[in-house]
C-alpha cells in the first residue's frame, strides 16, 4: 500500500515532468487528488472522442509509454513510490475506460464512477499489481487494470442501454 497523503512537493510548479505527473496540477489538490486528477482528464476524453477509434487507441498507448516514463522519473525525483499527487495513472485510466463510449454526458459520468470505484475497490488482480509491481510501471499499471474493468462493465451497459 502506499500512502496517499503527502504534501506536494514546490518541483510540480517548476519541473514539467513533475506538472505532467500531476496531472497539470489536479494532483496538487489537499483531499482526494486522485478524483481530481480524473476530473482533470475528463475534458480531454470530448477530444479524445472525435478521433477514429484507433486514433483514441494510438493516444492510449502513447499516453501510457509517456506515463510510464513521467510516474517512475518523478517518483525517483521525489524518492517516494507513488506519490499521491501523481495522477497521470488516473488520466490514463479513465481514458482507457472511456474509450468507444458513446458520446453524452451521463457515459462520461458512468465512466468517471465506474473507474473511481475500480480504482479506490481495487479487487484482484488491480491489488496484486498496486503491492507487487514497482516503478513507472507499478504507478501506471493498477490504474490500467482499473480502467480495463470499468471499460468491461461500461462497454456492457453499452450494449444492454444504447
Known amino acids: 500500500m502506499t500512502d496517499k497523503r503527502q504534501p506536494t512537493p514546490a518541483s510540480v510548479w517548476r519541473n514539467p515532468v513533475h506538472f505532467l505527473a ?16 480524473t ?29 510510464i516514463w513521467l510516474c517512475g522519473r518523478t517518483s525517483r525525483d521525489l524518492g517516494v513510490h507513488d506519490h499521491g499527487g501523481i495522477v497521470w495513472d488516473e488520466f490514463v485510466g479513465l481514458w482507457l475506460t ?5 458520446p453524452g454526458w451521463g457515459w462520461l459520468l458512468a465512466g468517471f464512477l465506474l473507474f473511481r470505484l475500480f480504482d479506490i475497490w481495487k479487487p ?26 470499468a471499460w468491461l462493465v461500461l462497454q456492457g451497459a453499452v450494449l444492454l442501454l444504447a
Open 22 to 37: 500531476f496531472g497539470f496540477g489536479s494532483g496538487a489538490m489537499p483531499r482526494a487528488p486522485g478524483t481530481w486528477g
Open 39 to 67: 476530473l482533470a482528464a475528463l475534458p480531454f476524453v470530448l477530444l479524445w472522442q472525435q478521433l477514429p477509434a484507433g486514433g483514441y487507441a494510438l493516444v492510449l498507448l502513447l499516453s501510457t509509454l509517456l506515463g
Open 98 to 102: 472511456l474509450w468507444l463510449a458513446p
Open 124 to 149: 484482484w488482480p488491480i491489488r496484486w499489481a498496486d503491492r507487487h509491481v514497482h516503478g513507472g510501471l507499478g504507478i501506471m499499471l493498477d490504474d490500467i487494470l482499473a480502467g480495463i474493468m
